[in-house]
């Protein structure tokens, strides 16, 4: 049998076994696809040097250094359910060295950024009214796009203003809401989602016209439009608000802990990348404040 003849068997146990997101194991299938369509008719004997030369031709092509690790992380993952499957020779997947990843600092938005990219929906339109609510909730509490677009009817409360969210893992987690996002949250729920809701909608909090989920994808596009409006130069993403909501937290004395739990970090070295974000502030306000300086 051929490697491609595994795939849907490993993914299933992606899915099953180890209750992977469907955002995690779709994400792992196009990293595994990517190998397999270029060697579709490969031998689990022949595994390890098509992997080396795999890894080989995504260096030549100038993949970024994520992009690699990314992919050997699917591939050593595959790798070990060939393992334990007994399909190959066990003990050689942990000898494939991942790519060292520089660490960069995330990027973030001002608050005058964050305002202004909040403000620019037209809110006399449906449409504009429930992207302003998302915008509001987004920034307010800090959520991976997956968090924000699975959220329910269910999941929010008005006394005292909070949301609860499913984060990596399926772990669940309060947090707390703003009065601001509150108040366009509850224009929302109140003057457009009930015009959207058909009979075969499913629970999802924030709806298209046609009373689906939004998608992932839709959402970027979304953000991305919006952000051209606002005139934001920094690279725009859902995770860049995220990125924002946790910097400014720290640079107004928020605690660190604080940031971690309100952000769902299991690992609060995970955090702590956003105090060097913080720290790389200082200077100029050092420069500005200080009497000497």
Not at 268 to 281: A, D, E, L, N, P
């Amino acid at each position: 049998m051929t490697l491609s003849a595994y795939r849907e068997a490993f993914l299933y146990m992606l899915a099953f076994e180890r209750q992977l997101s469907r955002n995690t194991v779709e994400a792992y299938q196009r990293d595994l696809d990517d190998f397999l369509t270029r060697y579709p008719d490969a031998d689990p004997a022949t595994l390890r040097p098509l992997l080396i030369s795999y890894l080989h031709d995504l260096l030549e092509a100038g993949h970024r250094e994520s992009t690699r690790a990314r992919r050997l992380a699917a591939l050593k993952s595959f790798v070990r359910y060939l393992e334990r499957e007994g399909i190959i020779v066990p003990a050689w997947s942990d000898q494939l060295a991942s790519p060292k990843i520089p660490r960069t600092l995330p990027h973030f938005l001002t608050v005058a950024e964050v305002v202004r990219l909040i403000e620019t929906p037209d809110v006399q339109t449906p449409e504009g009214l429930r992207d302003r609510a998302m915008l509001e909730v987004l920034y307010a509490a800090g959520l991976r796009v997956s968090e924000l677009l699975s959220l329910t009817i269910n999941d929010w409360w008005s006394d005292p203003p909070k949301i609860r969210c499913l984060g990596k893992g399926g772990k669940e987690r309060y947090v707390p809401l703003g009065r601001m996002a509150l108040t366009w949250l509850q224009r929302y729920v109140m003057q457009v989602r009930p015009r959207w809701v058909r009979v075969d909608s499913p629970d999802h909090l924030f709806l298209t016209r046609r009373g689906q989920p939004l998608t992932r994808q839709g959402f970027w596009k979304i953000l991305k439009r919006y952000g051209q409006r606002a005139g934001i130069t920094t690279p725009l993403t859902p995770h860049v608000i995220r990125h924002s909501f946790a910097t400014h937290l720290l640079e107004n004395g928020a605690d660190l802990r604080a940031v971690q739990e309100l952000l769902g970090h299991q690992d609060i070295s995970t955090t702590q990348i956003y105090t060097h974000v913080s720290k790389s502030r200082l200077r100029p306000l050092y420069d500005r404040t200080h009497p000497r300086a």
